[in-house]
């Protein structure tokens, strides 16, 4: 035992810093993901799995600005009643949304993917370059309900820019490498 405790005594406070360290990659790389799995309710039942799927909307008629801006967008009231003044009046999901729509009341649709403020992500970058929606956020003309699908963490966004700095330019001729620096996604 003794000797474990001279090294302990000496190193105690190295080892500490070193498993504070490897907890802190750990947390940042591979931590539980916080997010996945998340499907709030939202006050009407959108299904997109309707939408998307069945009546086959593409995406961008209601995601209008997701190849412009940062932000993919939600679609405005004025947008569903394209359709709704006339389709599903006896449901009164859709009495519900006429009334809003009369009144000018937005509808609150709660967030599903909502990144801290810190952390810097633009939708125009990704599909400017040709990133399809399902590859970040799955099938989501199956779903009824959003879910988050992808781990939706630090590492998940790294490594993806990681994995596309290597294909693109072999070691040493690296162009693309500042899209894995810490200010491409915090700044
Ligand atoms: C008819 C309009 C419409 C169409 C078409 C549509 N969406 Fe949506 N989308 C919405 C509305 C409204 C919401 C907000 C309510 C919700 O989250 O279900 C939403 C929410 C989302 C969200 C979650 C937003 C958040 O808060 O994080 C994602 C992701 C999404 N849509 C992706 C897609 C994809 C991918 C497609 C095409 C396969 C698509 N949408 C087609 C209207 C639409
Ligand atoms: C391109 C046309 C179109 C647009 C735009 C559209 N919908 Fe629909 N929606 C439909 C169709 C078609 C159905 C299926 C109707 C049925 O089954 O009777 C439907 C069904 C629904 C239902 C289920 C109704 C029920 O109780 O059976 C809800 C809720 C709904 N839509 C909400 C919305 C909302 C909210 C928006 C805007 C974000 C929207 N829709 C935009 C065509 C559309
Ligand atoms: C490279 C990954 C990636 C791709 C590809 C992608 N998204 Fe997203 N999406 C995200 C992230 C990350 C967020 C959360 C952004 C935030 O919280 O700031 C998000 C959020 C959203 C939201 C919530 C509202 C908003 O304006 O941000 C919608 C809607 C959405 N995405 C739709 C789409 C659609 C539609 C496509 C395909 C045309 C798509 N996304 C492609 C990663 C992606
Ligand atoms: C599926 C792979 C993939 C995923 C996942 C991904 N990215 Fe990217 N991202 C890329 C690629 C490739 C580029 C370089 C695009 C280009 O050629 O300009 C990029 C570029 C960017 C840029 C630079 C945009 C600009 O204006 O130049 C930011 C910021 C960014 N990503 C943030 C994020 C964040 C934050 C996440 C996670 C929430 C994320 N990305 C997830 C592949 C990905
Ligand atoms: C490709 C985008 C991207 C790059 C590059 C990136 N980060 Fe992050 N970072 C994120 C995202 C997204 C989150 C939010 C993750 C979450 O909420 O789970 C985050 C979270 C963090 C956090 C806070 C953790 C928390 O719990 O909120 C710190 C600290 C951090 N990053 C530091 C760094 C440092 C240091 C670097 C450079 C070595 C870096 N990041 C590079 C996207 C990135």
């Not at 190849?67 to 003044?85: F, L, R, Y």
């Not at 590492?155 to 620096?181: D, F, K, L």
């Amino acid at each position: 035992m003794a000797p474990l405790t001279r090294i302990l005594q000496k190193h105690g406070l190295k080892f500490l810093l070193l498993f504070l360290l490897l907890g802190g990659i750990y947390y940042l790389y591979g931590y539980p993901t916080k997010y996945q799995g998340y499907a709030p309710d939202q006050p009407i039942p959108f299904s997109h799995k309707i939408h998307a799927g069945e009546v086959g909307v593409d995406c961008q008629f209601c995601h209008t600005s997701v190849d412009k801006s940062e932000h993919a967008g939600i679609p405005d009231t004025a947008t569903c009643m394209k359709c709704h003044s006339q389709i599903a009046s006896d449901s009164p999901d859709i009495q519900y949304l006429r009334s809003s729509f009369a009144q000018g009341v937005p509808m609150r649709w709660n967030k599903v993917h909502d990144l801290p403020d810190h952390a810097h992500f633009s939708h125009k970058a990704h599909v400017a370059r040709g990133f399809d929606c399902v590859q970040c956020h799955g099938s989501v003309e199956k779903m009824d309900k959003v879910e988050v699908v992808a781990e939706f963490n630090m590492g998940w966004c790294v490594n993806c820019h990681r994995m596309y700095t290597e294909q693109e330019h072999p070691a040493g001729n690296n162009t693309m490498v500042g899209i894995t620096s810490c200010g491409t996604c915090h700044y």
